[in-house]
């Protein structure tokens, strides 16, 4: 049985899995064409018009808060981890066997909202290469983007309860109780 390295970020108000991008293309090879070239993929979960938007108003982070809103799945292509997060990243790394990492993967995919050609719906990009995807699942207070990185790490095997992981501390001391310190910079 051989090792896979999962990630695990916390970047400011967001936490992210960053996982090996051949294990997310070899389930969704709609990826293939944009991020098959990657080594890794910075996957996260939010609220479909406030993360990633531009122009994040308060009044958009308090509808996505207070009102059931749709969601998106973020995806950012990384060759190099030091250097392609930025740098107020915290970063921390996780080994997982193979067939984790498989049940992770497909975790992750079963997010993506494909349409009826079974193909993915950009919502936007940033100007970093992140691509924004239409995405299953409903965003509210109880439902946040580091809830859904608590149940990828669950997915993982670490003892957590996403319910519990509102805010990214919350989620980030889970890690740490875990016995994962974050890797030095």
């Not at 921390?92 to 992750?108: H, T």
């Amino acid at each position: 049985m051989s090792d896979a390295q999962l990630h695990f970020v916390r970047d400011g108000i967001h936490t992210h899995l960053v996982l090996p991008a051949a294990s997310l293309c070899a389930l969704m090879p709609q990826l293939n064409p944009i991020f098959g070239s990657y080594q890794w993929l910075r996957i996260g979960w939010g609220d479909y018009h406030y993360y990633g938007n531009e122009q994040q108003t308060k009044l958009m982070g308090l509808r996505a808060l207070m009102l059931p809103t749709s969601s998106v799945v973020a995806l950012l292509g990384i060759d190099d981890l030091r250097r392609d997060l930025t740098e107020d990243a915290v970063l921390y790394s996780i080994s997982i066997s193979d067939s984790v990492m498989d049940s992770l993967a497909l975790f992750v995919s079963r997010y993506f909202k494909l349409d009826k050609s079974n193909q993915l719906t950009r919502v936007r990009e940033r100007a970093n290469g992140e691509q924004f995807f239409k995405s299953r699942g409903v965003y509210t207070i109880a439902n946040t983007c580091n809830n859904w990185t608590s149940y990828g790490l669950r997915t993982a095997g670490l003892n957590l309860n996403p319910v519990f992981n509102i805010f990214p501390s919350q989620v980030e001391r889970s890690v740490r109780k875990n016995g994962y310190l974050p890797l030095e910079p």
